[in-house]
């Protein structure tokens, strides 16, 4: 159980062009997701929190215009770069704050998305 | 002072050793923490969550936690080259977010 699938696991695409990644809770419902960023050997980065049904909130210098998150549903965000250039290549997870009974909203991770842009 | 500290190692232990992993936090209020193995390029999987002072164990893994030193660490008996990844600690910080340290890069040696 706690099963969380992203899609796609990797894109390459141009400079200026935008690029949606989904994040899907597969066998519960995820009222509150995540969406992080890491760059090679640094830690994960928290971009925003995404809560169903609401706006997300950003974390402080995350452009919110630029990464668009939409959770229409208990089991599916997504998370658009839009305009995307060289500098947001990264490595994109995000996780579902997991179902009640495994222990303080545990969170599960996604297995990312690798984007590069050119 | 960041608000959870890793030594960002490498650690390196031979096979068969307990491996310690260590991580210090600043903010008083977390109540859980959480660690988690990331091997290189995929994302993190969760080990341990603890929220009570003293030991918990799973398998081969004992997560300790004292929340008067505000101190977190993982011990990984027996280990295997396997085990060889880069541990991160995390506390739940205010709205449920995680607040991660940098992580420690282990090495299992055969």
């Known amino acids: 159980g706690a099963v969380v699938s992203q899609h796609p696991s990797w894109v390459i695409c141009k400079s200026g062009t935008s690029v949606k990644i989904e994040c899907r809770s597969l066998d519960f419902q995820a009222t509150t997701m995540f969406w992080y960023r890491q760059f090679p050997k640094q830690s994960l980065m928290l971009m925003a929190t995404s809560n169903e049904g609401s706006k997300a909130t950003y974390e402080q210098g995350v452009e919110k215009d630029k990464f668009l998150i939409n959770h229409a549903s208990l089991t599916l965000s997504t998370l658009t770069v839009t305009s995307a250039h060289p500098e947001d290549s990264s490595f994109y997870i995000c996780s579902a704050r997991g179902p009640t009974g495994i222990g303080d909203n545990v969170q599960f991770f996604g297995p990312g998305t690798r984007l590069t842009v050119l | 002072q960041k608000e959870v500290e890793q030594n960002s190692g490498p650690l390196s232990v031979p096979e068969g050793a307990i491996a310690s992993l260590n991580c210090t936090y600043s903010?008083?209020?977390?109540?859980?923490f959480f660690w988690y193995r990331q091997y290189s390029g995929k994302s993190p999987e969760l080990i341990m969550f603890i929220y009570s002072n003293g030991d918990k164990e799973d398998g081969r893994f004992t997560a300790q936690l004292n929340k008067a030193s505000q101190y977190v660490s993982l011990l990984i008996r027996d280990s295997q080259p396997s085990d060889s990844a880069t541990y991160l600690c995390a506390g739940r910080a205010k709205g449920g977010k995680l607040i991660f340290g940098q992580g420690t890069e282990l090495s299992v040696k055969p």
């Open positions: 903010d008083r209020g977390s109540q859980s």
